[in-house]
């Protein structure tokens, strides 16, 4: 058995140095390795999370940006319209369409108040009712009516306040606005309405009120206003309420592994943030951050507000996090990404462990096997060794030392005595570590290359994300702006129905602009654990049905028919939101797929186990050699969609990852030329009791 040579002799004190120089080689190259290694990470990291902010930024900007234009554009209409005679008896029509209350007010009578379709009116009793105010009202009443129609698909309302609190016009289908207050409450000045006088606003700009959580609503929201001035004289204000539910929904639940995100105001409000959404609630969407007493938030503010376009990257102050920061335009907002710096410290220490690991191994064998050399090799006796080297210079390589001695000299000649048979030991030895080390190296070998071959699918798919993205957003892009610059080139000249079909032209755009982010985003949330479910029991009929009506109209367009059929009781235990994204994707392939004159049957039933969801159409069908390939990523198979629609290839993709997320199973039965039937299958909600 090896034993360690005691601490006094020659093997001894070479062991230590030995042992004391590879350890330094081995501390130093660790530091090394973390150092590098964090870099890279770093790198890596921040190159990534800075193109997911920017296109964050992007997303959410969207309907701030989009309101601004609409209220400029309700702006631009009303002023051009107060310039024009009006071609009918002003004070007849006004009479004609109101009537002042009990209370004082001025509304729309009541016979004529269709507030579901049209604008509503209220007017204060201490109006002065001359024919200029008469005819202001008419037009605002005819815009809110006109404009509010063709934004409502994207936005709560539209409204024109005209002499601060004098007149508000109101197009709401939600509710009856002008009936819904009282004189005293129409009379208190809001933010929305001194916001756009001279005083308040001398650069008569576009201005965004604070956060606030409307109760008829019951949602949170933002408002816009443009300021009006009429020949230099103040006017009043036309303006939208944006919703921000989904935007800070979206916030707090989709964020890279390990982060977070929030959302702050240049003049330090907390719009969103996943801890502080209750405290927000609490504020009435009013949350002061430099009055809180979380000193890392008003940390993190801070050096948000310092971040600029070419600078996007901010280190927090105890310098333990990254801040990504990216505006969002119109509102001013900051839409931030906080990131750990713990995350890449995590990965260069994993990566430096193992070369802790190797070089203490390393060490130990090193140790061991300088020991054993010198303990046989450097302490044999020297008498006996140079008897045998006299013998040896005879040519008598048989002849041993013969000598046992304790010390160095006596070890040093026993090793002579072993030395030919240690060499022949010793060679095999090393041919059989060689022989292993080749296997090692084969084996490692073959574990590279199917990493590379990982690598290279990886990539692939990379590329193949970024194609999507860059050419099926280019397109889009190119059309708004196509579109945009002719309403602006052409806003005095166009007559009103041209303009909003322009409009219109551009929320479609948009719409599906929207549509490919949100499946990019969602596909990537997936893969990427972040996409959470909250299972529940929910009528799945209901779902279909509400399904199906957003999709009556396109498939009108094409003359398709939508037929469903249910059984009673359809109660699944599911996640809502996901379930009507499943059925979002499989109605808008078949009605994108089907011919026209044709028909689409949307089934449900039930048995013991599954709520059972089929989607028939009449389509071109799928070839059985493209059937593997079905619900795979960015797959775009042969058919084609029957009226120039737009197909990115990740809906089926999308419906596979969520129905299976949700415990149930999707098939499709197609034969080619005759149609395609998708079979989605989830559990009842008894069964998962």
Request: with cysteine; net charge negative.
């Given at each position: 058995?090896?034993r ?11 062991m ?17 390795s ?21 296109a ?6 969207q309907?701030f ?7 400029r554009?309700?702006r ?17 029509r ?60 994207q936005?709560?309302?539209t ?14 289908p ?38 606030y ?11 816009v ?28 639940r ?49 050096a ?8 996007p ?9 990254w ?5 969002i ?33 390393a ?39 013969q ?45 590279l ?26 397109s ?104 009507t ?25 039930r ?73 989605v ?7 998962r009791?």
């Amino acid at each position: 058995m090896f034993r360690l040579p005691k601490a006094d002799t020659i093997s001894a004190r070479a062991m230590r140095q030995m042992a004391l120089r590879i350890a330094i080689v081995t501390v130093v190259i660790t530091a090394i390795s973390y150092v590098y290694t964090y870099l890279s990470y770093q790198r890596e990291a921040l190159a990534y999370l800075e193109k997911y902010v920017a296109a964050r930024s992007e997303l959410e900007s969207q309907p701030f940006v989009l309101a601004q234009t609409n209220t400029r554009m309700v702006r631009d209409e009303f002023v051009r319209r107060l310039a024009m005679e009006p071609a009918e008896d002003v004070a007849k029509r006004f009479h004609g369409l109101m009537r002042q209350d009990a209370d004082g007010m001025w509304r729309v009578k009541v016979e004529l108040d269709d507030f579901e379709h049209k604008a509503t009116i209220a007017l204060l009793p201490r109006v002065e009712l001359t024919r200029e105010f008469m005819h202001r009202t008419l037009v605002a009443y005819d815009l809110a009516t006109e404009y509010g129609k063709a934004f409502r698909n994207q936005f709560y309302d539209t409204f024109i306040d005209l002499n601060v609190s004098d007149g508000s016009i109101m197009f709401l289908p939600d509710t009856n606005y002008a009936r819904g207050g009282s004189v005293d409450a129409f009379a208190e000045d809001l933010e929305t309405e001194v916001g756009a006088t001279p005083k308040a606003n001398p650069e008569r700009k576009t201005f965004w009120t604070g956060v606030y959580f409307d109760a008829p609503a019951k949602q949170w929201m933002v408002s816009v206003v443009t300021p009006i001035d009429f020949q230099g004289q103040y006017v009043g204000g036309s303006g939208q309420d944006v919703l921000i539910d989904q935007l800070i929904e979206r916030t707090n639940r989709i964020n890279i592994p390990g982060t977070y995100n929030m959302i702050v105001s240049r003049n330090g409000k907390l719009i969103a943030h996943p801890d502080k959404m209750r405290d927000i609630e609490k504020q009435n969407g009013d949350y002061n951050i430099a009055a809180s007493k979380d000193n890392q938030l008003v940390d993190f503010y801070r050096a948000a507000i310092g971040a600029s376009v070419r600078n996007p990257f901010v280190e927090s102050a105890n310098g333990d996090y990254w801040l990504s920061v990216a505006p969002i335009k119109g509102a001013d907002w900051l839409f931030v990404t906080v990131y750990p710096k713990s995350l890449i410290q995590q990965k260069a220490m994993a990566s430096a462990s193992i070369v802790v690991v190797f070089g203490l191994l390393a060490l130990l064998m090193e140790v061991i096997i300088v020991g054993w050399v010198l303990k046989e090799q450097v302490s044999g006796p020297l008498q006996g060794l140079l008897v045998a080297i006299r013998a040896l210079a005879r040519g008598d390589a048989g002849v041993k030392t013969q000598v046992e001695r304790n010390d160095e000299v006596g070890q040093l000649a026993k090793a002579f005595d072993e030395m030919a048979d240690a060499v022949a030991l010793h060679r095999s030895k090393l041919e059989d570590q060689v022989r292993e080390r080749t296997r090692a190296l084969e084996d490692a070998n073959q574990e590279l290359v199917q990493k590379n071959h990982q690598l290279e699918y990886l990539n692939r798919e990379k590329n193949e994300f970024m194609g999507v993205a860059a050419h099926d957003l280019q397109s889009p892009i190119h059309a708004i702006k196509g579109l945009a610059n002719a309403v602006v080139e052409n806003v005095e000249r166009y007559p009103q129905d041209k303009m909003v079909a322009k409009l219109q032209g551009i929320q479609s755009i948009a719409g599906k602009m929207s549509h490919l982010i949100t499946n990019l985003l969602d596909i990537n949330a997936i893969e990427s654990d972040n996409y959470h479910l909250k299972l529940e029991a929910v009528s799945v009929a209901e779902l279909v049905t509400d399904a199906v009506e957003s999709y009556r109209d396109a498939a009108a367009e094409k003359s398709i028919k939508l037929l469903t059929a249910t059984d009673n009781d359809t109660v699944a235990l599911v996640d809502q939101m996901a379930v009507t994204q499943v059925l979002d994707n499989l109605i808008s392939n078949a009605v994108k797929y089907s011919p026209p004159q044709t028909t689409v049957w949307i089934r449900t039933r039930r048995d013991v186990r599954w709520i059972t969801i089929e989607v028939q159409d009449q389509g071109p069908g799928i070839a059985p050699h493209e059937m593997p390939r079905l619900f795979q990523k960015f797959s775009r198979l042969s058919a084609r969609p029957t009226g120039d629609e737009h197909s990115v290839g990740l809906g089926l993709s999308i419906v596979k990852r969520l129905t299976e997320m949700m415990h149930g199973e999707v098939s499709c039965e197609s034969k080619l030329g005759h149609g395609a039937s998708f079979v989605v299958r989830l559990p009842v909600a008894e069964s998962r009791h």
